[in-house]
Structure formats: structure tokens, C-alpha cells
């Protein structure tokens, strides 16, 4: 096996958190750093045209295209599982929505952590070190950070019908979901800079990337980890066809995801060992918890059929309003060709003993029957909602020794109780807001799941049908206290019973946020890098 040298840091994964620990671990001119992507670079126009997503998502040039295996909550489905393949990860590819969850959120991985530093307290100041929000710094938002964060530059009418008809549901509208307490009814705001995607390759890679201690090398296909008893001395990976393995002097940081941090670290031999004998593999380190504790926000989409207001269906559906959107792009960076996936939210209870919004809706003005089919010919809005607190969990696990090979996804969608009864309230809900008086001049009409679905047991069934995912996996390499058996890492995210390993990504998160799960990824790896070039001053000063 041929060297590619020594690094004092290794970063895995060129996604949103590699991109920030690149940034930042490169401050210290002192150290070098060297950055791995399995993709390819983001120089292709549709990352970067907001509605490019379309283009992206399913598209093996910038997405993993895994799939899940068959859903029993699902009916039996097994749906794709959209997942960066690209620098810039999944901030190239998903739905640009700042989204930073709830006070609780952090609170409880606090609590789960036996550490008051992850608190929501305590990560704030985080939160805004990277943001460059359009309302400038204050109590809440930063400003003159590396991540523009701005308004939509569009409206539709019939988002703003559903914004009054949740009000008159007693739903209040939010000026801003971001505060700690995301309850109402609003615009989201977007990860964009004049109208074009900003992911992590344009906010924290591309300003640094002529710093002399830091490379990075696309098309590098990580096969595992290499030790030296217990430590982590390097990872082995391929590039052009070429085996090739590179050392780190100080640390390696697993930041490929959800999915693919576990799969490195299961084809390493550290996970549970019995499963990997079952694939050949002997285990470096018995750790059964990695993979499992699978989280994920389940969307369910109803779809409303209405009358005598526009909806994007019919705009996009003929040439004459294809051409005026990308007039309209072109002139001033705005309209259609700008949106997010979603452009309007709505956040609050499925019923009043949650003690906090437990149900997002991602409110669209348009619909179609799954991703990747053509928009319907009549004008309708998509009501996604989502359970923002799942109980169900599942797991992910390398099905070979091959690093070519797809791990096998179980999300376990709908496999508690609890979760099928949020589902079923959830889309009663959807129900009512619909049939709220700003909205029945438009005689809007069920479409999607569809009015014969009434019982709670017929609702769930319903959301089987219905039900999707919104790309969220969290949790598979999770945090814990030292005396939890199954967390994978400690509260400076470092692997239990090795050294010189970190994983530091969404993988960490004990419970998935409440919310969109980008930007608490990007705290995380602030969090990570500033806890890292304190353990190096650290160790250098003792």
C-alpha cells in the first residue's frame, strides 16, 4: 500500500461539518490538516441554482442514492435515502432551510451527556459565531459570519392563506423560528446569498483553501482505519484506482454522516463484534452501539387540490412559464428557480400534553406523487408534516467489507405505538387547518392520503402510505456519559476506548433536534474544533 504521507489532522468527509473543521482546525498555521471526499467538487450549476435540489437529489453525480430496506411502517416501501456525494455533503443537495431546533433540545443532550457545555445556553454563542443573518448580530442572530442566512425571495398566495388558516386553527404566526422556541407559523429562513444556494464549500472551505497547511483531495474512497493498539494512527483509502494510506500525527475525525461514519467505523472492526465476524471481520474494538439509535424525521404529505389561486403546478407544467421563471432568475435572482424545497413552515402541538412543539410542517405550492415525478396538472399545496420527536429508532449496518457497497438503512419508521398515534393526530390536524375559513374559497379537496382514512388505526395506516422521508438521520455514533455502554462517543466527541478518534457530525447527536438538522451539524463541528485545538494547547503546554 502506497503513502500519501502524514497530517497531524485527518478530516473524513468533506460534507457541512468537514467543511467547518477544515476552517477551523487550519487557523493554527502550526498544524496541517488534510480533508477527504468521496465526491466530486461542487462546480456544478444545479447545486448552486436553489431549485437545483430537483436535479440533485437521485443523481449519483452529487447523491449516494441509497435506499432503505422495505419499511414495514411503510407497507412494506423501502424509499430513497438522499445523501451528499459531494464537497459540501448535504448542504449541496438539501433544502436550505435554517433551522436550529429548541431550548430543549440541547438541554436534554446535556442532561444524556452529564455535561452543561451542549446546553442550549452554551451552544448559542456557536450557533451565532457562524451566521451572517440578514437581521445583522443581536441577542438571538450573528452577524458577518462565514454562513449567509437570508429571506426567501419569493411569496405565493396560497402559503399565505395557510399561514391565516393555521392562525384561525389557534396557531400564532412566528417572525422567527430560531430563538429557542420555534412555535408558529412563518417564512423559513435560507441558507442562500443573492438568490444562490450558500452551502459549506462557499461559507467555510473556499475562503481557506489557499492556506498552505491544508489540502483537499476529492474521489477519496475511504476503506477503514489503521491502529497501532488502541490508538488511530491513519486511514486507508482509495483514489484513481490506487490503495493508498495516509498517517495523522495527532488526530483522524470521522465527519461523513449519519450513515457513513458507522460504515467506516463497522468495516474498521469497531462496532458490535459478533455482526462483523458474521461478515469476516475481526473486531479492533467491541463497540455495540455503533450504527444502532437510527433517528429521523418521517414527513407525511398531504396533498390539497384547490381552485382560483395559482400554485407552481400549472406555472411550470407549460414552456410559456418555464420562460418567465428563468426570466425572472436571470433579471433578479428571485421567483421560482430560487425557492427552497419549502418555503413555508408551521411549527406546534399534536395534542396540548407535549411539552413543546412536536409537529413541523414544510408547506409547499405544489404537489406531485413522489419525488422525482412531474408536478400535477391542477393547482394544489403540499402539507408535509413530520413528528419531530420520534420514539421509533433503527439502525444502520455495513452489509459487506467493501466500501463500494451500500450499508443496509432500517429507519423502523412507525414501530412504536407513541409515534402512530402522533402520525395519526398529526394528520387530523392537517385536516382542520385545511378546512379553516381563509381557505374555503379555494374549496380545497384531500387528495393525498384521502378522506376514507378516519380511525386512528386507518390514519396510521394512512401515514404508511403517505410517508417519506425528509432527510434528517441523526444518532448512529451517539454521545453519552462514560458509564452508558452503548454511546459511541464521549462529550468531546471522542471515540470510547480509542484514542486519536473523534466523530464529529450529526452522527453525535443523542436525540434528534427539533428541527432541520443542518445547522445544529454546524454547530457540532464548531463545538468539535474548538474542543480539539483546546486539547491540543493543551497537551502542549503540559
Known amino acids: 500500500m502506497k503513502s500519501f504521507g502524514t497530517f497531524d489532522y485527518i478530516i473524513v468527509g468533506g460534507g457541512t461539518a468537514g467543511c467547518v473543521l477544515a476552517n477551523r482546525l487550519s487557523q493554527d498555521p502550526d498544524v496541517s490538516v488534510l480533508l477527504l471526499e468521496a465526491g466530486g467538487k461542487d462546480n456544478w450549476i444545479w447545486i448552486h441554482i436553489p431549485v437545483g435540489y430537483l436535479y440533485c437529489i437521485g443523481n449519483p453525480r452529487t447523491d449516494w442514492c441509497y435506499r432503505t430496506q422495505a419499511e414495514e411502517g411503510l407497507g412494506g416501501r423501502a ?4 445523501r451528499g456525494r459531494v464537497l459540501g455533503g448535504c448542504s449541496s443537495i438539501n433544502g436550505m432551510i435554517y433551522m436550529r431546533g429548541q431550548t430543549r433540545d440541547y438541554d436534554e443532550w446535556a442532561r444524556l451527556t452529564g455535561d452543561d457545555s451542549w446546553s442550549w445556553q452554551q451552544v448559542l454563542p456557536l450557533f451565532k459565531r457562524s451566521e451572517d443573518h440578514w437581521r445583522g448580530g443581536d441577542a438571538h442572530h450573528g452577524g458577518g459570519g462565514e454562513l449567509r442566512v437570508e429571506k426567501q425571495r419569493l411569496r405565493w398566495d396560497i402559503l399565505d392563506r395557510f399561514v391565516d388558516a393555521a392562525e384561525q386553527a389557534g396557531i400564532p404566526r412566528s417572525a422567527d423560528f430560531n430563538t429557542g422556541d420555534n412555535t408558529g407559523a412563518g417564512q423559513f429562513d435560507v ?84 455482526r462483523l465476524g458474521e461478515l469476516g471481520i475481526e ?36 414552456t410559456f412559464g418555464q420562460m418567465l421563471m428563468g426570466l425572472e432568475y436571470a433579471w433578479r435572482r428571485g421567483g421560482p428557480l430560487s425557492m427552497a424545497p419549502s418555503q413555508l413552515g408551521v411549527f406546534t402541538k399534536s395534542d ?18 413522489k419525488f422525482g415525478d412531474p408536478l400535477h396538472r391542477f393547482p394544489a399545496f403540499t402539507a408535509s408534516v413530520c413528528n419531530l420527536r420520534p420514539t421509533s429508532r433503527g439502525s444502520v449496518e455495513i452489509a459487506s467489507r467493501n466500501a463500494a457497497d451500500a450499508p443496509r438503512i432500517s429507519p423502523r419508521y412507525l414501530s412504536t405505538d407513541a ?8 394528520l387530523r390536524l392537517t385536516r382542520r387547518i385545511a378546512s379553516m375559513p381563509a381557505l374555503a374559497r379555494y374549496r380545497p379537496h384531500e387528495y393525498l392520503p384521502g378522506s376514507q382514512y378516519q380511525t386512528d388505526a386507518e390514519l396510521a395506516t394512512a401515514a404508511g402510505v403517505v410517508g417519506t422521508t425528509i432527510f434528517h438521520p441523526v444518532g448512529t455514533c451517539r454521545m453519552g456519559r462514560a458509564d452508558d455502554a452503548d454511546a459511541v462517543v464521549d462529550q468531546r466527541l471522542r471515540v470510547r476506548g480509542l ?44
Open 191 to 274: 441558507t442562500q446569498k443573492g438568490g444562490l444556494r450558500w452551502n459549506a464549500v462557499k461559507a467555510f472551505l473556499r475562503p481557506v483553501r489557499k492556506r498552505p497547511n491544508l489540502r483537499v483531495v476529492t474521489g477519496a474512497l475511504i476503506d477503514k482505519l489503521s491502529f497501532e493498539g488502541r490508538r488511530v494512527s491513519g486511514i486507508a483509502f482509495s483514489l484513481g484506482g490506487e490503495l493508498l494510506h495516509v498517517s495523522a500525527r495527532i488526530e483522524t475525525v470521522l465527519a461523513a454522516g449519519s450513515i457513513g461514519s458507522p460504515a467506516i467505523l463497522q468495516r474498521s472492526g469497531v462496532g458490535d463484534a459478533q
Open 283 to 318: 473486531s479492533s474494538h467491541h463497540l455495540p452501539g455503533v450504527g444502532q439509535n437510527l433517528q429521523d424525521h418521517l414527513q407525511l404529505r398531504s396533498i390539497y387540490q384547490v381552485e382560483g389561486i395559482r400554485s407552481l403546478n400549472l406555472l411550470a407544467g407549460s
Open 499 to 542: 484514542s486519536g478518534l473523534r466523530v464529529i457530525d450529526a452522527s453525535v447527536m443523542p436525540t434528534i433536534t427539533s428541527g432541520n438538522t443542518n445547522t445544529p451539524t454546524i454547530m457540532i463541528a464548531e463545538k468539535g474544533a474548538e474542543i480539539m485545538r483546546a486539547d491540543r494547547r493543551s497537551a502542549t503546554n503540559s
Open 79 to 82: 424509499i430513497l435515502y438522499a
Open 352 to 369: 396540548p400534553s407535549q411539552p413543546t412543539s412536536n409537529l413541523e410542517y414544510h408547506v409547499q405550492p405544489l404537489s406531485l406523487d
Open 419 to 426: 409515534d402512530r398515534k402522533v402520525a395519526a393526530d398529526a
